[in-house]
């Protein structure tokens, strides 16, 4: 009697990332090298709740290690603990952990294997606690907020994507004697912010980590002006504040992973330098172009090394917990401990030392 196949499936959750498609391929190609089948779950866990998944082979995943976004599709509201459905022409939200369980039985489904940052590690960590549902995590986020990782994939992409961009900004503050405000993504944490400024040549750099003051923000565009460098680049993470102020936020969307949407602080910037200096500011937001296109060399190699090993934890049967990069090794960690508190800047860690040795201001 031939003995039944092992069987997985693997979603995406939350906002695209560059490197998605590596760690689906790395998935999908361990576990048919280890003669088991593997389903895809489309639309992330929308397609757990509502039955839509598909039989993943060779195929499925042969040339789309270069490409950006997710050939599953992803969402970042579908939460099955608290999922919106029309009733009478209104939004109710209803409990459906019930038939997720349900699909993963239809299907025979061993484990799943979750790609996603913290709302979706959230999800997975609940569905492992409270529906006893054998998950296991892969950190994915351009923000490199997850606590537990010293890296998540994506974010090499989105630093180099803001550092080019910082690159083309030099010629035009250069050339019109402007100061250039750059506004990034990063929701709480300062990352791609900090990382993006040190690559790109920033003068000022304004991190969520650090409330900033205005006062010293002027005080070094005026000192360069005065030293004949008459043009400044400034670089704002999307939740940077003011010292005793609160966060820009651009809009609040019900029934979302991320309900708050962060946007204005690099525009509120620009406003106060040009006002306070007479300089001409600009602000460019760069937005999802730190999100979307083909990941670097750096995310293909750590996306597929992260999708190799979320497959063989399942293989050993090493479940509820999410693969992590400590030491340039890749490791097993808790997923309910992966999923806690975003991972911030630390104010005295080296890299911020070596920008204000550099002589950067971080409005502090």
């Known amino acids: 009697m031939e003995q039944k196949k092992r069987r997985f499936a693997v979603l995406t959750g939350g906002g695209d990332c560059p490197g998605l498609n590596a760690v689906i391929r790395a998935v999908v190609k361990t576990f048919l090298q280890n ?17 839509n998944l598909k039989l993943m082979d060779y195929a499925a995943v042969s040339g789309i290690l270069p490409r950006g976004g997710t050939i ?33 039985r239809k299907y025979d489904i061993e484990a799943l294997v979750v790609i996603g940052g913290d709302g979706s590690l959230n999800i997975g960590a609940e569905l492992a606690r409270e529906c006893d549902i054998k998950v296991v995590g892969v950190p994915k986020t351009i923000d490199n907020d997850l606590p537990c990782t010293e890296r998540t994939f994506g974010f090499d992409t989105a630093m180099a994507m803001a550092t080019e961009a910082l690159d083309r900004l030099h010629t035009t503050a250069e050339s019109h ?66 010292e005793g102020g609160e966060m820009s936020i651009a809009r609040m969307v019900e029934g979302s992973f991320e309900p708050i949407r962060l946007g204005g602080a690099g525009e509120k910037v620009a406003q106060a330098i040009e006002e306070q200096t007479g300089i001409e500011s600009r602000c460019t937001v760069l937005g999802y172009l730190q999100r979307g296109g083909s990941p670097t060399a750096f995310d293909r190699v750590l996306s597929t090394r992260y999708g190799v090993a979320a497959a063989e934890a399942c293989l050993r049967r090493e479940y509820n917990v999410m693969v992590s990069l400590y030491h340039d090794q890749i ?26 040795q550099l002589g950067l201001c971080f409005g502090d």
């Open 35 to 51: 003669d088991c089948e593997v389903y895809g779950v489309l639309n992330g866990f929308n397609g757990l709740i509502n039955d």
């Open 72 to 104: 599953l599709g992803t969402t970042n509201r579908d939460n099955p603990f608290h999922f919106a459905v029309e009733e009478n022409g209104e939004l109710v939200y209803k409990d459906m952990r019930e038939k997720v369980i349900e699909n993963l």
């Open 177 to 242: 004697h402007r100061v250039m405000v750059l506004e990034v993504m990063g929701r709480y944490a300062g990352w791609i912010a900090l990382h993006s400024g040190i690559a790109g040549g920033a003068d000022v750099i304004l991190l969520p980590e650090i409330p900033y003051k205005l006062e010293p923000v002027i005080a070094k565009i005026q000192a360069r002006k005065a030293a004949g460098k008459n043009f400044s680049i400034v670089v704002v993470a999307e939740g940077a504040r003011p």
């Open 331 to 356: 490791v097993t960690v808790f997923i309910q401990k992966a999923a806690s508190k975003p991972r911030q800047v630390p104010v005295d860690s080296e890299i911020i030392r070596t920008g204000r």
